[in-house]
Structure formats: C-alpha cells, structure tokens
C-alpha cells in the first residue's frame, strides 16, 4: 500500500515495476557519471558519445587528435574515455610538460591504459596523502632502478651477449630456405629478445620456449586493454579475469626462477641478480619486471 500511495496508483504490481526501474535507474546513472571537466582544462572534444565518451580514442586514435588539435586554438583538448578525463597534448612546450612535469604519474597513467587504475571520488581525494606518499615511494624507487638498469656497468656486461643475440638472428635467417621474413614477426621477436636481456633474466632470454610462454602472457596481458575496461574497470568484464590469470602465470614464472636461484646458490650477470642483491623482496621485484615488461611490449 505504501507503493501506491506514494505513486498515487491503485495497481501495486505497476507501483513496484516503475520503483525498481527508477531504483536501477539511479545505479546506472551513479555508476556511470562523469565527473566535472576542471574550468582550467582545454576545450573539450567535438566528438563525444553520451556516457561513452570519445569512441574515436580506441577506433580511430590519430585521425581523431588531428582533427581536434584543428578544432583547438591551442591544439591541446580534452574528452572523455568512459568516466576519466583525459587532455590530448600538441606543441614542443606540451611535450616538454608531458615529460618533465613531476606531478604526472607514469604507473598510474599507464594503469588506466589497461583497465587496472583505482576509481578516485572527489571527497576521497582529500584523504590521499598517506596512499599518494606510498605512490611516490614506488614511483621514486621503479625510476631509480630502470635508471640503473638502462646505463653503466650493468647495460655494458649484458651488451655481447646482445649482440651475440642479434648475430644468431642474422645467421639463422641467412640459413633460411625463404630469403624474406616478416619483421613484425621476426624483428617483434628479436625486440623482445633483447629486452628480456637488458631488463628480465637470461633464463628467460636465452630458453626459446620459456620465452616465447613469456611473450605470449604479456600478449595476452596487452589484449584485455578493452574499450569497456578502459573506460569502467569497476566492471567484471572477461578481459580482466583473463588478465589476472595471465598475470598469475607470470608471477610464478619469474618467482621460480627467483626461487631456483636462491636454492642452487646460483648468481647471473643480469638486472635480476641486481634487483635480487639490492635485497628487494620478490613482490617489488615482480612488479618492476612486470610494469617494465608491459611499457616495453605496449611501446614495441
């Protein structure tokens, strides 16, 4: 009776039907609105989709900015993907702020790119200190390792083996009975070669088949970057299920070979025998690999 009586209706079937709806209604909308564009921000996009956003990011990427950057007295713009604000940069002094500017965040940028970034409402973000503080910490501890990884001593002791790597590559295309080779295929491989060289392991780098195992989780890690969990992560679409499996599987590969290591009493001249010595702990460890792993192969 209360149904009715707050609808004004005498059939309560009908009452209950138009309550559940405005109830699911209400979710839909709560879960799906968009936060407010900042009054700072560049103009927004000429095209955007109503709670989608701007499809033509994921469809059409480059034609997409061109044409905004025209629209744009500035060339920069924003728009929406799903519920995240996002500004397209263009111009040198743009550039230079994408790569210098230290309030920009390259694991968290990177973690929306593959539907994994944490949803931030606005009255959380006046109780982010102490999460922005461990936020930083990794952000400072991730550069100061890539930096060591990728120059010095550690980059020159691994360099003849890259290029023991590059002449095995060369050799065994010239004893090929095809005299071409598909460099998406061949060179995408070689690539990943000499990255799981300079930045993983040489279990992993100099084992074919572990290699290509590897290669193909981080494929597949790469691939649930759908639209849909771009834009919603919140959402349980399939694409993260599979992502977390595959990410699994590659936890427990580098984890064996941490675990092998220490067993044997076995030491290699790699950045993981760095990170190992360091005295880093096998999650921080993983994480490294997996996050540069991942910016490698989405690069590549």
Not at 1 to 29: D, K, R, T
Request: proline residues 5%.
């Amino acid at each position: 009776m209360a149904f009715e009586a707050l609808l004004g209706l005498s059939n309560p079937v009908l009452s209950i039907a138009i309550i559940s709806v405005a109830i699911l209604a209400a979710a839909f909308f709560h879960a799906f609105k968009r936060p407010s564009l900042p009054s700072n921000a560049p103009p927004l996009a000429t095209e955007s989709w109503p709670l989608i956003g701007s499809m033509q990011f994921f469809t059409a990427r480059w034609d997409f900015f061109l044409r905004q950057m025209t629209h744009s007295p500035t060339g920069n713009f924003s728009f929406f993907a799903g519920d995240k604000i996002v500004v397209g940069l263009s111009g040198d002094e743009s550039r230079r702020i994408f790569f210098e500017h230290k309030q920009l965040s390259l694991t968290e940028g990177y973690g929306a790119l593959l539907g994994g970034s944490p949803q931030v409402s606005d009255a959380d973000v006046k109780s982010l200190e102490a999460p922005k503080l461990e936020q930083d910490g990794f952000e400072n501890y991730f550069a100061k390792r890539l930096t060591t990884m990728l120059k010095g001593p550690l980059l020159a002791k691994g360099l003849p083996q890259l290029l023991e790597d590059m002449r095995s590559t060369v050799d065994r295309f010239a004893a090929q009975e095809t005299k071409t080779t598909d460099p998406f295929d061949s060179i995408y491989r070689v690539v990943f070669q000499m990255t799981m060289r300079t930045v993983a392991c040489v279990e992993i780098a100099g084992d074919d088949a572990l290699r290509e195992k590897v290669l193909k989780l981080f494929e597949k890690i790469e691939g649930t970057a759908t639209p849909m969990s771009i834009m919603y992560n919140w959402m349980p679409v399939p694409a993260k299920f599979r992502r977390t499996y595959a990410g699994a599987q590659l936890y427990m590969i580098f984890k064996g070979i941490i675990d092998k290591r220490a067993k044997e009493g076995r030491r290699e001249e790699d950045t993981l025998q760095y990170l190992i010595d360091q005295g880093d702990d096998v999650t921080k460890i993983i994480t490294v690999r997996i996050v540069h792993l991942l910016r490698s192969i989405h690069v590549s």
